[in-house]
């Protein structure tokens, strides 16, 4: 085992954004649906602007510090992340560090009432100065799995919380003002190769939201 990298693979990510958005319709509210996105292709994440808003699409990868940077840089306009398809991350460090720079200008992120974002694309929302989901949002949250040195998977509930591998997610979790727990209910959640989405309660519970939308 690396305990340096755990990686929550983009392989996984596509099978579960198929599995569990298009292999059923699933009723959030009333007559919102999840949106299906079976068959389509997952690109790095980029940002289209709209005024003070920037609508986000997209895997958050290695490339995605430098669009965050260049965001702020290039748009002082814009104040609100809005984040419509962002199915995870495949560069954990990358992400954290991309996430640090949203909350280092004090932008606030949105998930827009169709739009889905999984995975490490949940730990980008956290770093929000204010975080909203509007009605029929979805979350989705799943364990990380690694390469052990049998040639087996480890997953991340496996292994010992106080092993130093969860040290990189419960900082950032800490810098957030997110409770760590939140971190340990990931792991037990749903395994890599699923997702958990999650309830408005639970999003409300683990204090993912600053204000609550009706």
């Not at 940077?69 to 954290?96: C, F, K, W, Y």
């Not at 949105?110 to 694309?121: D, E, T």
């Not at 092993?163 to 971190?183: K, N, Q, S, T």
Request: hydrophobic share 40%; charged share 20%.
């Amino acid at each position: 085992m690396n305990p340096s990298s755990p990686v929550r693979t983009l392989m996984c990510l596509r099978a579960i954004a198929c599995l569990a958005m298009a292999a059923s319709v699933v009723s959030c509210c009333n007559d919102c649906k999840i949106p299906s996105t079976e068959g389509l292709p997952y690109e790095a994440a980029t940002f289209e602007i709209e005024g003070e808003e920037a609508f986000m699409y997209g895997v958050i990868d290695h490339t995605t510090p430098g669009v965050v940077q260049a965001l702020v840089d290039e748009h002082p306009e814009v104040t609100r992340i809005v984040m419509v398809d962002v199915p995870g991350s495949d560069d954990d460090p990358a992400n954290l560090k991309a996430s640090r720079l949203v909350r280092e200008h004090g932008l606030e992120t949105v998930v827009p009432s169709n739009g889905v974002i999984a995975s490490g694309g949940v730990d980008f929302f956290t770093a929000g100065k204010t975080r909203v989901v509007e009605p029929c949002g979805k979350l989705g949250v799943h364990s990380w799995d690694e390469d052990g040195p049998d040639g087996g998977i480890i997953l991340g509930n496996e292994v010992p919380r106080d092993h130093e591998i969860h040290a990189m997610f419960l900082e950032f979790y800490r810098e957030m003002g997110i409770p760590g727990d939140f971190y340990w209910f990931t792991l037990e959640a749903a395994p890599p190769q699923r997702i958990h989405w999650m309830s408005d309660e639970e999003i409300v519970l683990y204090g993912l939201v600053t204000e609550t939308v009706q």
